[in-house]
């Protein structure tokens, strides 16, 4: 902005700026505060001997307006005493007339840089201040994951101890039933009491997982071997009350591999994601499990999240070749693009009350992550849904 109240220097100034910057010009102090409240100045130079309002306190209004306003002060000889305050009234400059045409323009140059700083630093501390809020936020749910962990604990620890006593007691039916007739019992109901055993110690297994996983004590040199665990998923899934009516198509891996991860953890998770393929219809589906080897890192390509696809857990995934890529892949309705966001949010669910609890992918979530594993999504609706395991290889 310009403010002379004499037309000529006035014209010779727009002359030097038009072609560099928006000019806008005003011939008084009223005039130009007028312009300043409707609309942007980045940069004003004022002539300091004007009639009416003098320069001087033109500039102290227009910072007083916005701070943010920087002034070149232009004058005569005779007042550079009177500019010299002005810059103790905020102006970043002052120039003589007649100016040379550099100087003013190095003036003003410099002037919008300053603004352009100001406006910079504004940013930076907003951007500062919402960070704060979301680090605040961060702790909070740290906080209420803590508490939530607590409460996870103290369920598993009570539930252990009627399990021991389940498991205690199948013992004891076990020997009562090998000491009748000889030990000639069925051999249905001794394959059946066997995988209730095997069920309970699994139970077992989990809530002693989850009890130290609460205390923090991660037992980082869990591995498992991935045909072990395929199997004991199909093992599992055989009799699942929930596997009725479907499929399941279970393939090993031509050559085994370890992954580092705890073996529990692993079916736990594919058991989790073979369980919803199933609950996705009650109509037939096929739900295959496979896994394959990737000697590379994954491309970012199939890191890119679109409409029908995720990735997480992307802030703790090593993408460190070997990987390994477990698929449980279903024939089911596929999820809503609505949904996707939230499947892995705890307590997310689509299913009626008393049926889901919605923890199951944030249990997978937390387990592939604690592997340092990552997850991806794939759903095209009417087709099916892929979930893949994407698990760093400990031995080939
Ligand atoms: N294979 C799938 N096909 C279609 N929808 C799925 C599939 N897997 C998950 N979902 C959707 O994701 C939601 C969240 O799944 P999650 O396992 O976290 O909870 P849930 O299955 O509803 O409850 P819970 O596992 O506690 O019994 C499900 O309610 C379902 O809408
Ligand atoms: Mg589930």
């Known amino acids: 902005m310009i403010v002379d109240d004499e037309e000529g220097p006035r014209q010779s100034l727009r002359i030097v700026f ?55 002060m232009l004058t005569a000889y005779e007042t550079v005493e009177t500019a010299r305050q002005a810059i103790r009234f905020g102006a970043c400059d002052y120039l003589t007339k007649p100016f040379e045409i550099s100087g003013i323009r190095d003036a003003v140059e410099n002037a919008i840089q300053r603004r352009q700083l100001a406006d910079a630093m504004v940013e930076g501390t907003r951007r500062l201040q919402e960070l704060q809020e979301a680090l605040r936020d961060q702790q909070l749910k740290g906080e209420l994951a803590r508490s939530q962990n607590e409460i996870y604990a103290s369920v598993m620890h009570d539930i252990g101890s009627p399990l021991t006593a389940v498991s205690v007691l199948l ?73 009725r009516r479907h499929r399941l ?69 090593l993408n460190q070749p070997p990987l390994v890529a477990i698929h449980v892949q279903d024939t089911g309705p596929g999820i809503s693009e609505r949904h996707l966001d939230k499947i892995f949010d705890s307590y997310f669910t689509t299913k009626p009350t008393g049926e889901g609890t919605g923890l199951g992918l944030a249990i997978v979530r937390r387990l592939v992550g604690n592997a340092k594993g990552a997850i991806r999504v794939e759903t095209v609706s009417g087709v099916g849904t892929t979930f893949s395991l994407y698990l760093p290889v400990r031995e080939v």
Request: proline share 6%; charged share 20%.
């Open 171 to 243: 013992e004891m039916v076990n020997a009562d039933l090998a000491a009748t007739r000889g030990g000639g019992q069925s051999p249905s109901v001794r394959d059946q009491l066997q995988r209730v055993g095997q069920q309970v110690s699994r139970c077992l297994e989990i809530s002693r997982r989850y009890l130290n996983y609460a205390r923090d004590r991660g037992t980082g040199t869990d591995s498992v071997r991935i045909n072990q665990a395929l199997a004991d998923t199909r093992e599992l899934l055989r009799s699942h009350p929930h596997a």
């Open 18 to 72: 038009k072609e560099l910057y928006d000019v806008v010009m005003a011939d008084s102090g009223p005039a130009a505060l007028a312009l300043a409240r409707s609309r942007r100045v980045d940069a004003a130079v004022l002539d300091i001997r004007m009639s009416g309002m003098s320069g001087t306190e033109l500039l102290a209004q227009l910072k007083q307006l916005d701070p943010r306003i920087e002034v070149v």
């Open 249 to 317: 198509e279970v393939g090993l891996m031509p050559a085994d591999l370890a992954i580092h991860m705890n073996g529990t953890d692993l079916v736990q998770s594919l058991m989790n994601l073979a369980i919803n393929a199933f609950q996705a219809s009650p109509d037939p589906l096929v739900v295959s499990v496979s896994a394959n080897y990737h000697p590379q890192p994954l491309p970012a390509a199939l890191m890119t999240d679109t409409p029908r696809t995720r990735f997480l857990v992307r802030e703790v995934f």
